[in-house]
């Protein structure tokens, strides 16, 4: 891959969680271009072996349900045997789900039936997409950290620009974005003595495979949503994967961001900054 500029990674063992989707896999490759050794996390293993095949040496896929603590145990315990202690953990698990989304923008009082509202929400969902997103960077950080406050080392979660402006729709995927970046903040106080930086990027719209049916109509033409998101994008278009290279090889740099710990960095279009008029 074209890389927008190379750091140096060569000594650093990066683990990237959801590593077989369509962002975390271009980071996972970008971290090894730069000559990390990255392992990639995901309970869906074929998808994160095709990436780290098509990688080579330096990459290493294992199966990991990042909701279930001994599963990331277990994932550790091969990346330490395989590449050594982990200095650089990508929490990029998470993403939403139907079952915690309504198919209404506000609610109404003559809002039709077949409509899931708000009302409608099913407790198993709203939690599963809360924990998927949120506590799953807990969990991993909890194992993954401990290689860490010795020796120094560096986390980047995954935000969103929902945690600065909540979304219609995806209440769920919203609070625990939110989440996301307050734990982000929380984290970087708590590791600063052990020199670990903890830091967030907050992607805008990007198409990925969870949100291309939102976006997108079977036919390919754009959905009403579509249209509202790029009207309130200053830049009037969607991310490409390629726009977070750049700002991940800059928090995975010491000497780049040594003194950048606690922050979020937003990567939208300008979507956060427009108030619409």
Partial sequence: MKLPFQ??????????????????????????????????????FEA??????????????????????????????????????????????????????????????????????????EESGFKFVFDLNLVSAFLTTQVFAADMTHSGGNIINISSMNAFRPLTKIPAYSAAKAGVSNFTQWLAVHFAPCGIRCNAIAPGFFVTNQNRAL???????????????????????????????????????????????????AVDGGFAAYSGV
């Fill in 7 to 44: 750091i140096d990674l060569k000594n650093i063992v990066a683990v990237v969680t959801g590593a077989g989707g369509v962002l975390m896999s271009e980071f996972a490759k970008a971290l090894a271009a730069c000559g990390a050794k990255v392992a990639l996390l995901d309970i869906n």
């Fill in 215 to 265: 976006l997108f109509r079977e036919d390919g033409t754009p959905t009403e949503r579509t249209n509202k998101i790029l009207n309130a994008t200053p830049q009037k278009r969607f991310g490409e994967t390629d726009d977070l290279i750049g700002t991940l090889l800059w928090l995975a740099s010491d000497e780049a961001s040594g003194f950048v710990t606690g922050s979020v960095i």
């Fill in 48 to 121: 994160a072996k095709q990436i780290a095949d098509g990688i080579g040496d330096n990459a290493l896929a294992i199966k990991c349900n990042c909701l279930d603590k001994e599963s990331i145990k277990q994932a550790k315990e091969i990346v330490n045997e395989e590449f050594g202690a982990v200095s650089l953990l990508v929490n990029g698990a998470g993403g939403n789900n139907p079952k915690a989304t309504c198919d209404n923008e506000t609610m109404t009082p003559d809002l039709p039936e077949e409509k899931r509202s708000f009302f409608d929400l």
